[in-house]
Each structure stands twice: as structure tokens, then as C-alpha cells.
T-cell receptor, first 111, second 114 residues
């Protein structure tokens, strides 16, 4: 019943490179999106939110949302080894605070 | 500082036994959530709550019950634990869209059902 699909499943980039993650929703009611990062042995931690169409930039992180195509993405520029983690997108609909998560993308940044 | 505290952090249970996982938040958040995390499935929503006395079914509620006796506490109950419920369980609070409040997670409970 996963309504938020993530790709790729895993990603490997060199230090200083660009990492990109994608999420597609199958539910047009999903209007609110968050990106999370989870390091091994820890709980997920929110990176940023995006609720409006277009780009949102916070430091090295840029999120993009296209509600018409139900697509949200996250880009990390100048990737660092400390960015190696599991990344999730999360979505909530316009009429409920139920929050569902994607399947995750594992990022490995090599020095 | 906002925090979500889960207990226990690790639990070994026997098949058919009763397991209660506890979650406490001091953030005065109305919404609370229980997820389980398994490789290949990401975080799947089991139950959630809008406030004291309320519980709602998530996407995978079968075999689980939830209880929200107060604003601060939200429990997940496995009445008859099965090996398929072996997983890492996360509690979260927040998720209020109106205030751009991302769910805040605890550190997780690792449950093994033997």
C-alpha cells in the first residue's frame, strides 16, 4: 500500500559530487512533502520541507516539487562522506495529518 | 529541546506473548505516529493519533493496537506477538501541516520475537 515510490534504491557518489533522489506519489491528495535523513542506528531526522511548486534551497540541499506530476526531488551538491545515510521522502495530504514515507534511498559518498 | 523518548530500546519477546512499546513526547504536539522499519519497505505507518483519546489506523494496523491516554504518551500494543513482527519500531510526534511541523522521531525500539 506504499503510495510514495522512491528511486533509486541506492546511490554512490564521489566526495564533492551531486546526489539526487526522486519520489513519485500515486495519490493526488498528497500536497505536503518532507525529506528525511537517517544515519545508522538513529531515528530519521527532517532535512527540509517543500509545500509549493518549484525549488527550495537550504545550504547544499535543494528540493523541487511538481504537484501536477506528483514528483518531488532532493539534490545535494558538494556531497560529503558524512552525508552517507538513508534518505526518505514523506508526504501528507491536504485533508489529514497522516504522514506516509517512501521506501528510501541509501547514499554512499566515497572520499 | 523537543524530544521523543521511546522505551524500551531493545526487547526480546516470545511468540504469543504481549508486548507494549511506549512513547513519550514533551513537545505538546497533537499528532503522534507509530511506524515500523524493515529493509526494502521503508517506514510503514501502523497507527497514529490526533490527540488524547484518539487513535487511527495506518497502512498496516493488523496485529497491533494503539493507546493514547494523554497528550504526552502513545503506546503500541502487540497482544499476540508473532515472529513477523520482528522489526525496528519508531514513534514520532508532530506532522502538523498548518505549522510546517515535520514529524520528530524517537531513536527507535528494536523488537525481536522468537
Amino acid at each position: 500500500q506504499q503510495k510514495v515510490q522512491q528511486s533509486p534504491e541506492s546511490l554512490s557518489v564521489p566526495e564533492g559530487g551531486m546526489a539526487s533522489f526522486n519520489c513519485t506519489s500515486s495519490d493526488r491528495n498528497f500536497q505536503y512533502f518532507w525529506w528525511y535523513r537517517q544515519h545508522s542506528g538513529e531515528g530519521p531526522k527532517a532535512l527540509m520541507s517543500i509545500f509549493s511548486d518549484g525549488d527550495k534551497k537550504e545550504g547544499r540541499f535543494t528540493a523541487h516539487l511538481n504537484k501536477a506530476s506528483l514528483h518531488v526531488s532532493l539534490h545535494i551538491r558538494d556531497s560529503q562522506p558524512s552525508d552517507s545515510a538513508l534518505y526518505f521522502c514523506a508526504a501528507s495530504s491536504s485533508n489529514t495529518d497522516k504522514v506516509v514515507f517512501g521506501t528510501g534511498t541509501r547514499l554512499q559518498v566515497s572520499p | 529541546e523537543a524530544a521523543v523518548t521511546q522505551s524500551p530500546r531493545n526487547k526480546v519477546a516470545v511468540t504469543g506473548g504481549k508486548v507494549t512499546l511506549s512513547c513519550n513526547q514533551t513537545n505538546n504536539h497533537n499528532n503522534m505516529y507509530w511506524y515500523r522499519q524493515d529493509t526494502g519497505h521503508g517506514l510503514r505507518l501502523i497507527h497514529y493519533s490526533y490527540g488524547a483519546g484518539s487513535t487511527e489506523k495506518g497502512d498496516i494496523p493488523d496485529g497491533y493496537k494503539a493507546s493514547r491516554p494523554s497528550q504526552e504518551n502513545f503506546s503500541l500494543i502487540l497482544e499476540l506477538a508473532t515472529p513477523s513482527q520482528t522489526s525496528v519500531y519508531f514513534c514520532a510526534s508532530g506532522g502538523d501541516r498548518a505549522s510546517n511541523q515535520a514529524p520528530l522521531f524517537g531513536e527507535g525500539t528494536r523488537l525481536s520475537v522468537l
